[in-house]
């Protein structure tokens, strides 16, 4: 185990470091060099001169490259000419948000996962089955912003339940101002999941212990949660850390449909105003967290298989 454990790690080191210097020679590749892309490119050859030399990019690329690490390990992510402020301080106040708007829904859409997949898993070949198999393709093939389009004019316009967007003040109206984004962001994503673990528990459903444990007499409830779950539920955390990149791409189009100011909504401003520092922070912020939650996730995995201990 502690063997998989040092593989997982080295993995995700070379990764990261990968992908930190595809983001390094990206922001390098931009057309006259990050300068340009800072100051736009009207700047004038003196501007650019002065900016090159405070950002220390008039030095040797190698040299460049070392001091582009030493900043991120020191949390230096750059200053945004845009915002007027560090990238690191625009980071810290918009990834809080972003956080409790995609851990919410990433909550939401497991626990809807597991119980639509597992009553999916017990109804395979029934009409039950078919139904939810068919709302699946539906809400999953559905845009993100189309769908909160729909919540917006149902929840806000038509019956005026709920807010259409923005930050509200203080815990209540915030809540409330979070219920159609969190709805929005986990309803593709809970169809994903679910039609995925729904196929995983139909395959143990079939399985000779499911008949062993229906002759003993256990209840399909005890079944299902003490035996098709456990078994199913180990592919299936993999599939949450590999969607992590999804989670962040539905949350910027819903941040944008709600004008929810997440690190989503960031994004998306950064790209149109091309604030370069700021997007490329994100991005290898969006790309660490990636590498991250595979590596959890496989960690995870291999915990809750019991052959992996014996390797």
């Not at 930050?167 to 986990?186: I, Y």
């Not at 949450?240 to 998306?268: C, D, H, K, Q």
Request: proline residues 5%.
């Amino acid at each position: 185990m502690w063997a998989m454990i040092v593989r997982r790690l080295s993995v995700s080191a070379i990764s990261l470091v990968l992908l930190v210097t595809l983001v390094f020679f990206m922001i390098h590749a931009t057309p006259g060099g990050p300068a340009y892309s800072i100051l736009g490119s009207h700047a004038s050859p003196q501007a650019v001169a002065v900016l090159n030399r405070q950002m220390g990019l008039d030095r040797p690329l190698p040299e460049q490259y070392l001091i582009w690490w030493e900043h991120l390990f020191e949390g230096r992510l750059g200053y945004s000419y845009i915002q007027h402020t560090a990238v690191s301080h625009l980071i810290g106040v918009y990834l809080e948000r972003t956080l409790l708007l995609d851990l919410a829904a990433l909550a939401l859409a497991i626990a809807v996962a597991l119980v639509v997949g597992l009553l999916q898993g017990y109804l395979a070949d029934r009409i039950g089955g078919r139904i939810i198999g068919f709302l699946q393709i539906v809400f999953y093939a559905m845009p993100v912003f189309f769908t909160g389009i729909l919540l917006i004019y149902g929840f806000s316009m038509r019956l005026d339940w709920l807010p259409p967007g923005g930050l509200g003040q203080g815990l209540a109206s915030h809540a409330r101002h979070l219920v159609l984004p969190v709805l929005t962001l986990a309803l593709p994503i809970a169809a994903g999941f679910s039609r995925y673990f729904g196929h995983q528990a139909r395959e143990e459903y079939r399985q000779d212990y499911v008949r062993t444990a229906r002759a003993r007499g256990l209840s399909e409830w005890r079944i299902a949660t003490h035996h098709v779950l456990r078994n199913a539920v180990r592919p299936f955390i993999t599939l949450v850390g590999m969607m992590i990149p999804a989670l962040f791409v539905g949350g910027v189009l819903t941040e944008s449909v709600f004008n929810y100011p997440g690190l989503g909504w960031l994004l998306w401003r950064s790209a149109l105003d091309q604030d370069y520092p700021t997007l490329s922070a994100i991005t290898l912020l969006i790309g660490v967290l990636t590498i991250l939650g595979n590596l959890i996730a496989d960690l995870l995995n291999s915990i809750l298989d019991v052959r992996v201990r014996y390797e």
